[in-house]
């Protein structure tokens, strides 16, 4: 296992509660834009940082739920598209 030399990196916390992470840390975490930060309190009140790599199954459940849609008819799609046709026929004055 690789030795990591022990550093000490700081950032700054925003009034909305976000910081940017030192580009070392991220580099060790190997965190990329989609990962997942987790962060665990332990027992001394110290937090440890692990960062995971997400994937679209990871993130699924966190999307809004989209209602379906009613179906829609053949014959309704038919009449909506002729009459979009001539809406853009007349406005095109011919």
Same mark, same amino acid.
């Given at each position: 296992?690789?030795? =990591? /030399?022990c +550093?000490?990196?700081s950032?700054t916390? *925003?009034?909305?509660?976000? *910081?940017?992470?030192?580009?070392a840390?991220? %580099?060790?975490? &190997?965190? @990329?834009?989609?990962s =997942?930060?987790?962060? $665990?309190v332990? $027992?001394n009140?110290?937090?440890l940082?692990?960062?995971?790599? !997400?994937?679209f @199954? #990871?993130? !699924? #459940?966190?999307? /809004?739920?989209? &209602? /379906? %849609? &009613? /179906?829609? @008819?053949?014959?309704d +799609?038919? @009449?909506? +598209? !002729?009459s979009? %046709?001539?809406?853009?026929?007349?406005?095109?004055?011919?």
């Open positions: 296992m690789k030795q =990591i /030399p +550093m000490v990196y950032s916390l *925003t009034s909305k509660n976000q *910081t940017t992470l030192p580009k840390v991220v %580099a060790l975490l &190997k965190a @990329k834009p989609s =997942i930060l987790a962060y $665990e332990l $027992e009140g110290a937090v940082l692990t960062a995971k790599s !997400a994937t @199954k #990871d993130i !699924a #459940d966190s999307f /809004p739920k989209k &209602k /379906p %849609a &009613k /179906p829609v @008819k053949v014959e +799609m038919k @009449k909506a +598209m !002729a979009g %046709a001539a809406r853009r026929f007349k406005r095109a004055g011919r």
